[in-house]
C-alpha cells in the first residue's frame, strides 16, 4: 500500500470516529500503536478535526464573546499542536530516508512530506463534509450541484496530491529528491518574543 493510501486509511478512521459522537471535546481513543507512523497519522488528523469543528463554532453570530474567546485560544493551542506534529511526522522521514545516498544532481522539494500530508489530511475532511453537503435532501437543488461541483474538484485534487506524495517518497528513497525541515518558529506563543506579551513583563 502506498503512503498516500495509508495516511488516507487512517485520516477517513479518524474522522469516522469522530463522527460518531460529534463533539469537540470527545476524548481521542487512538486505535494504533503508541508511536507508530499511524498513530501519528491519526492524531494528526483528529487534531484537524476538532479543530475544525472549533472553526464553525466560533462563526455562530450569537456565540457568547467570552466563549468565543476562549474557543480563540483553544484554536490557538491546537494550532501550535498541528504544527509540532508535522515536524514531528517529518523526523519520521528524515530517520526513514537518513542512510539514502543522495545523488549529486539532487533536488530539494519545496514543501516536506509531512506538510504535503498535512495537506492531504485537510483534503480528507473536506471531501467527507462537502460529500455531506452534495447529499443534503432540505438545500436547494442548485446548492446541491454546485457542492457535487467541488466534490469532484476536490476528489481530482486528492488523486494528484497523493500522487505527488508518492512520487516525492519514491525520488527521495532513490536520492533523487532530499529534505530538510525547517523548524516553523512561531513567535507569538513564545512570550520572550511576542511583544504584546513581553511588554506585559517589563523586558
Not at 472553526?55 to 450569537?62: G, L, M, S, V, Y
Not at 450541484?145 to 505527488?164: H, I, P, T
Not at 513567535?187 to 506579551?197: A, E, F, I, R, T
Amino acid at each position: 500500500m502506498s503512503f498516500s493510501k495509508e495516511s488516507l486509511t487512517v485520516f477517513e478512521r479518524s474522522i469516522a470516529d469522530y463522527h460518531k459522537k460529534d463533539n469537540v471535546d470527545t476524548p481521542i481513543a487512538n486505535p494504533y500503536k503508541e508511536k507508530s507512523i499511524e498513530y501519528y497519522l491519526y492524531l494528526k488528523n483528529w487534531i484537524d478535526t476538532v479543530q475544525w469543528h472549533l472553526e464553525d463554532i466560533i462563526r455562530d453570530p450569537e456565540i457568547d464573546p467570552v466563549e468565543a474567546l476562549a474557543i480563540k485560544r483553544r484554536i490557538d493551542r491546537s494550532n501550535q499542536e498541528r504544527t509540532d506534529l508535522v515536524e514531528l511526522i517529518d523526523s519520521y522521514f528524515l530517520e526513514k530516508f537518513s542512510q539514502v545516498s543522495v545523488l549529486g544532481n539532487a533536488t530539494i522539494n519545496t514543501e516536506s512530506p509531512a506538510w504535503a500530508v498535512d495537506r492531504l489530511s485537510i483534503l480528507a475532511l473536506k471531501i467527507y463534509h462537502m460529500s455531506i453537503e452534495a447529499g443534503r435532501k432540505d438545500a436547494p437543488a442548485e446548492q446541491q450541484k454546485r457542492c457535487q461541483d467541488k466534490l469532484n474538484v476536490l476528489l481530482e485534487q486528492k488523486k494528484d496530491l497523493s500522487g505527488a506524495i508518492d512520487m516525492l517518497l519514491d525520488d527521495m528513497e532513490a536520492g533523487r529528491k532530499y529534505m530538510k525541515v525547517y523548524k516553523q518558529m512561531k513567535m507569538y506563543n513564545d512570550p520572550s518574543l511576542n511583544p504584546v506579551l513581553y511588554a506585559q513583563n517589563g523586558k
